[in-house]
């Protein structure tokens, strides 16, 4: 079985651009990262610290345990080599995996036949030496092994997350181009909002963004609704671990959040979905939720930020003027939102021009493939110089 308490390099990958933010995020649980590339970052730690790193990193999508690595040249020795690793320690013989992988290796042209190729190595070792043979298949649900293959070293990883930690479960409704869990998330650290604070999220869609603030104010564990990850099926797990881990998380939680949150969208069935998601995930008593335009959006007095996420005007066959929709936000921010921080997420670097506010800051993201920019403003009360 698996040593739970063994050391080794984690590999835990991240969306591009939300690197510093998984990062920050490490410091803060006592683990300082060893490498940081732009999509992720790696420390020490056992798989027991995995148990807690899936349920509690926001940003991250999967946490990877590394199980060997060495150079390989060819996809022949890469099956030599993996035929040698005891995977009977970590794998159920009668059970069933699924491997994924990164390939950037001149041998290989698809990576399928590489993930064939440690499929392969991995049901004949695990018969050998057993008799039995596990299943496999593309479900993620279950143990999943990761293969990284450069042009340099093989990385052989045990994926202890499973299914990408972006799905929280609580987004039982959905709206036209829902905003990644882990986003929403990277862009309410980005803010200069602090719990305790007033959050105001016009256009808030499916309430994605909303819903990770509150999260975040609550102390609130991301993956609380999870019930579901890799480190389950690993020999050696002890489901007593995960459950300390549970009761911990619970105890912090706080009940107080201070500050309102106020989510708003003109279309009635986004507001429908973002409150059927909001109960899902056990915070709609905390989010006030109303149908308005963003002129017509509450904004309570105190400090706190404003967050936006209106459409970019890059879809195919979208030929919808947004110019007064962007100006109507700049308007809004400059009438209604004194002594706040404004906030604007956009890939649209034209349209942004429109909102008639100069940016104190530019922070990069990325929403899938698309670019974006979180555009920060201060919203003064009378003017800059008084």
């Not at 690197?19 to 060893?34: I, N, Q, S, T, W």
């Not at 020795?77 to 009977?88: A, G, S």
């Not at 671990?241 to 279309?267: C, H, L, P, S, W």
């Not at 915070?283 to 105190?302: A, K, M, N, Q, Y």
């Amino acid at each position: 079985m698996a040593d739970f308490n063994k050391k080794s390099i984690v590999s835990i990958t991240c969306p591009l651009g939300l690197a510093p933010f998984l990062e920050k995020e490490l410091r803060d649980l006592r683990f300082e990262p060893v490498a940081t590339r732009d999509t992720g970052v790696e420390i020490e730690a056992s798989l027991n610290d995995c148990i807690m790193l899936n349920f509690w990193l926001r940003t991250a999508h999967r946490v990877h345990y590394l199980l060997a690595e060495d150079k390989i040249s060819h996809p022949d020795k890469l099956r030599n080599w993996l035929k040698i690793f005891p995977f009977e320690e970590w794998i159920k013989d009668d059970g069933y995996f699924s491997v994924t992988s990164r390939i950037d290796h001149p041998t290989i042209e698809n990576d399928q036949f590489a993930n064939l190729i440690v499929k392969d190595s991995v049901v004949d070792r695990i018969r050998f030496k057993t008799d039995n043979r596990p299943d496999s298949g593309s479900d993620l649900d279950k143990a999943v092994l990761f293969l990284f293959w450069n042009r340099e070293t093989a990385r052989i990883f045990i994926d202890t997350s499973g299914e990408s930690l972006s799905r929280r479960n609580y987004r039982s409704a959905s709206v036209s181009a829902p905003m990644q869990e882990t986003l929403a998330s990277g862009i309410v650290q980005s803010t200069n909002w602090e719990p305790g604070q007033h959050f105001i999220n016009p256009m808030t869609g499916g309430g994605t963004i909303a819903i990770e603030a509150v999260m975040l104010a609550m102390n609130r564990a991301p993956a609380s609704l999870r019930n579901n990850f890799g480190f389950m099926h690993i020999l050696g797990y002890d489901p007593e671990v995960y459950q300390a881990v549970r009761d911990e998380a619970k105890k912090a939680v706080k009940k107080d959040v201070g500050g309102k949150f106020i989510a708003t969208d003109n279309d009635p069935q986004a507001i429908i979905a973002a409150k059927k998601n909001a109960q899902t995930a056990g915070v709609d008593h905390l989010i006030e939720f109303e149908t308005c335009d963003v002129s017509e959006t509450p904004v309570p007095e105190g400090k706190g930020v404003v967050v936006v996420n209106p459409p970019y005007g890059m879809r195919l066959g979208d030929d919808t003027d947004l110019r007064p929709l962007y100006k109507s936000i700049g308007d809004f921010m400059k009438s209604e939102c004194a002594g706040k921080t404004g906030y604007v997420f956009t890939a649209n670097n034209a349209l942004s021009k429109k909102i008639g506010l100069r940016a104190k800051s530019r922070t990069t993201f990325f929403n899938t493939t698309l670019e974006c920019r979180l555009l920060e403003y201060e919203l003064y009360e009378g003017s800059k110089k008084s």
